[in-house]
């Protein structure tokens, strides 16, 4: 398929930019994959897909339209679950051909938890169009701060010391910098509140995210349950893989020292890198 032909030719830049995901679970959505636009109604193919968890389509493929490529199921574009045309800007090649490698990738059955490049853009173009549901997530988002992971500092044991040193303070101190604001951080269980100013500055900072930007920041900050993490991969200071370790600073310090739980321990990081990968994705204009 020209889709599968286009996803392996790209599969190294895939790797170095997009390593995926989670300990904390996205929130629910109803439906969070795409359905295939038909002429009649927009629901009709999502249906058949929930009710017989089937592949129905043959071919995917890759088109380029005008100013915009679409995903297309036997040459009929995707369709978000709001209803409206999945349709990529011509700077998110990548993020297209990703989409198009997943579908082609479900064989007999559809598997709605590996489509995350499909349900991030989904969200985005659902999501993110109007300003009233924009400043509603960025106050969510936010709220994240009040308690973000890595503000939260211990003296021991020693090997975790080494790894927020290592992965959390880099961050503190470009988000302090960068942005010209002042991030609380505490070595007890209470946490002196963030300058209201803060807040402010990055409610800013979000509001002139685009839609893609702010769907990434979306997942990242719930699968990280880090304002900054996220905020650090949105602005691509630092990559997937990087955001995955600063997440899981705190597990990765228990299995040092007692070791791993398989089938546990393991599979919240491969499941984080997966959700982190596909923000750091969405945000590429590759």
Not at 133 to 158: G, S, W
Not at 213 to 223: G, H, K, N, Q, V
């Amino acid at each position: 398929m020209q889709a599968s032909r286009l996803a392996r030719s790209l599969l190294p830049l895939r790797t170095s930019l997009c390593r995926h995901t989670t300990q904390h679970r996205l929130p629910p959505h109803p439906r969070r994959y795409a359905s295939v636009a038909t002429s009649g109604p927009a629901v009709t193919a999502t249906n058949r897909a929930e009710a017989s968890l089937k592949r129905f389509w043959k071919a995917v493929g890759v088109e380029e339209r005008e100013d915009v490529f679409a995903v297309t199921l036997d040459k009929r574009p995707l369709r978000t679950p709001g209803g409206n045309r999945l349709l990529l800007p011509k700077n998110k090649r990548l993020v297209a051909t990703l989409i198009a490698s997943e579908w082609e990738n479900q064989e007999t059955l559809l598997k709605p938890h590996s489509l995350p490049m499909t349900s991030i853009a989904s969200r985005a173009v659902d999501a993110f169009a109007e300003e009233a549901n924009r400043a509603e997530v960025r106050k969510q988002l936010l709220k994240y701060l009040e308690t973000d992971t890595i503000c939260f500092h211990q003296k021991e044991p020693a090997v975790l010391m080494k790894l927020q040193e290592m992965h959390w303070r880099p961050i503190l101190d470009w988000t302090e910098s960068s942005f010209d604001v002042k991030i609380s951080t505490t070595d007890s269980f209470l946490l002196s509140p963030h300058p209201q100013e803060t807040y402010g500055k990055l409610d800013t900072l979000m509001s002139g995210f685009d839609v893609w930007e702010m769907a990434a920041m979306e997942r990242a900050t719930y699968t990280s349950k880090s304002f900054l993490i996220a905020l650090a991969l949105v602005k691509r200071r630092i990559t997937a893989e990087a955001a995955a370790l600063a997440a899981h600073a705190e597990v990765n310090s228990q299995i040092e020292q007692w070791g791993e739980v398989e089938d546990s321990h393991d599979v919240d990081y491969h499941d984080m890198r997966r959700q982190l990968g596909s923000a750091a994705c969405l945000v590429s204009n590759l």
